[in-house]
């Protein structure tokens, strides 16, 4: 599974962007698919997940009020929809792939895109 995320860029404090992670496969049928971030200096973290078959998701507790993931099974596609952005926010997000079992773990997933810059300005 090769993946490719894309849609970060600048935004100011309190905007909003929609990141997008596209699959080389035909169908992302019987995966989850997990949002991660990684802001400078620390360490990749969970994020968000969705499971494709079912649409079951989970957030981080320190993002579930303002990031949703959704899938397009048309366009077999993973979004992240991300609003009243804070400086905080600023990371490189990645999407990820794994087999059937929904994880926050980074270590579980086997399948990762290049990573997309969001960057925060106050």
């Known amino acids: 599974v090769q993946l490719q995320a894309s849609g970060g860029g600048l935004v100011q404090a309190g905007g909003s962007l929609r990141l997008s992670c596209v699959a080389s496969?035909?169908?992302?049928?019987?995966?989850?698919m997990g949002w991660f971030r990684q802001a400078p200096g620390k360490e990749r973290e969970f994020v968000a997940v969705?499971?494709?078959?079912?649409?079951?998701?989970s957030y981080a507790d320190s993002v579930k009020d303002r990031f949703t993931i959704s899938k397009d099974n048309a366009k077999n596609t993973v979004y992240l929809e991300i609003t009243s952005l804070k400086p905080e926010d600023t990371a490189v997000y990645y999407c990820?792939?794994?087999?059937?079992?929904?994880?926050?773990?980074?270590?579980?997933?086997?399948?990762w895109g290049q990573g997309t810059l969001v960057t925060v300005s106050s």
């Open positions: 496969e035909r169908t992302f049928s019987g995966y989850v």
């Open positions: 990820a792939a794994r087999r059937l079992y929904l994880s926050t773990i980074v270590r579980d997933y086997g399948y």
């Open positions: 969705i499971r494709w078959n079912d649409g079951i998701t």
